[in-house]
């Protein structure tokens, strides 16, 4: 079946934009997470939601930062007045249980903020 | 609180030869330990995942890795590397009490020399 999806794959911004990732989980997955991947870094976590409950957000780095899931399957993760330092790719994964012990990832979008 | 280490940013193997990936984990709870594959442009796949039971853990295309906890590690293996196995490896650690948030390691990439 289809897997998690991300969408754009790609997004440049100018410093001080406000931009919106979206994230298409695997049908059915109750779990969803957000990680941050910097250049030459391991992802970090940003933020998990269990169906439309953000049950965790301690990864977002600052209150510019902001994830919904309104109806507990696509989530979008928000950025407001994009900084140089939000340029990294931002990954989106997906777990078919609470536990979120084997998460299925997508592609990732690549941010660039100039 | 947990965290990964990976030792060597960088490995290169000769085509066929023996795969040998690092990774020491830090955890003050019995944790679950997990590989994770990307390839550029792409997310990460999960090659292999512990989870308290057998130690020895065999994993997709080939990859294995043991638990060993007195000596806090999980180090991928693999037999015989092929040149499709070129990639960024991600070790990464979770437990039962953060649950759902994965802690990543630096990530190593792996050339393989024909």
């Known amino acids: 079946g289809a897997g998690v999806s991300q969408s754009p794959r790609y997004k440049v911004a100018k410093r001080g934009q406000d931009v919106a990732l979206r994230c298409d989980p695997i049908s059915g997955h109750v779990s969803l997470f957000w990680y941050q991947q910097a250049l030459g870094q391991g992802p970090e976590f940003l933020t998990y939601?269990?169906?439309?409950?953000?049950?965790?957000k301690s990864g977002l780095p600052s209150d510019r930062f902001f994830a919904e899931r309104p109806e507990g399957s696509v989530s979008t993760l928000k950025i407001q007045r994009t900084q140089q330092e939000d340029s990294a790719v931002y990954l989106c994964a997906s777990s078919r249980t609470n536990s979120g012990h084997e998460q299925y990832f997508g592609p990732g979008t690549r941010l660039t903020v100039t | 609180a947990q965290s990964v280490t990976q030792l060597g940013s960088h490995v290169s193997v000769s085509e066929g030869a023996l795969v040998l990936l690092r990774c020491n984990y830090s955890?003050?709870?019995?944790?679950?330990l997990f590989w994770y594959v990307q390839y550029p442009n792409q997310g990460l796949q999960l090659l292999l995942k512990y989870t308290s039971a057998a130690t020895l853990v065999k994993g997709i295309n080939g990859f294995e890795a043991e638990f060993k906890k007195s000596e806090t590690s999980f180090h991928l293996t693999k037999p015989s590397a092929h040149m499709s196995d070129a990639a960024e490896y991600f070790c990464?650690?979770?437990?039962?009490?953060?649950?759902?948030?994965?802690?990543f390691g630096t990530g190593t990439s792996l050339t393989v020399i024909p």
């Open positions: 939601f269990q169906n439309e409950a953000q049950l965790d």
């Open positions: 990464a650690v979770s437990d039962h009490l953060t649950g759902n948030q994965f802690y």
């Open positions: 955890s003050s709870v019995p944790p679950y």
